[in-house]
């Protein structure tokens, strides 16, 4: 009997641990007004109203992937803590996987991810020598990903520039 009670006992706290580590997997997510507050606080500074109106911090919650909208997206990222942080822009044209920028041993990615209950399209970094995928939608630090922003327009996009620190300036300011 006192081996089936540990049994019994072993089970319980192995299916307890398994749900705190998938609850701990979970997608940061926002409440509008959060949204709205970070919006806010990402908004490029500078003194060009049309890119103020116009360039949009996304957070990964908003899966703007999902569909084709023709729109530009500027990608703020890294391979790993020693790079430097980069910008790079993409035209959010068709749902094709494409490797949107390199940096020594990683890669950015824009593909289809596909897993148990989440199909949704996202940006990777993939480590090409260790196979590792570091996906924008899992990740709420900024090893990886530092922001990633939509121009709303149809015309000319900025030209951007990021600093050492990662943050997004407009070229020339």
Known sequence: MKRLLTLFGAITLLGTSTTNV???????????EELAQLKAENQINTDNQEIKDNLEWIAAQENPFNTVDNKYYFVVWRGNENNYWRIVKFKNDSQNTKKIDNINDYSLI????????????????????????????????????????????????????????????????
């Not at 995928?133 to 899992?138: A, G, I, L, P, Q």
């Open 22 to 32: 998938v609850a701990c997997d979970k997608t940061q997510e926002y409440t509008p």
């Open 110 to 173: 824009f593909h289809w991810w596909d897993k148990p209950k989440v199909h949704h399209y996202d940006l990777t970094v993939s480590e090409i020598k260790g196979h590792a995928e570091h996906r924008w939608e899992d990740y709420t630090g900024i090893k990886y990903f530092k922001s990633v922003y939509r121009w709303n327009l149809d015309t000319q996009e900025p030209n951007l520039v990021v600093d050492t620190d990662g943050n997004v300036k407009v070229n020339g300011e």
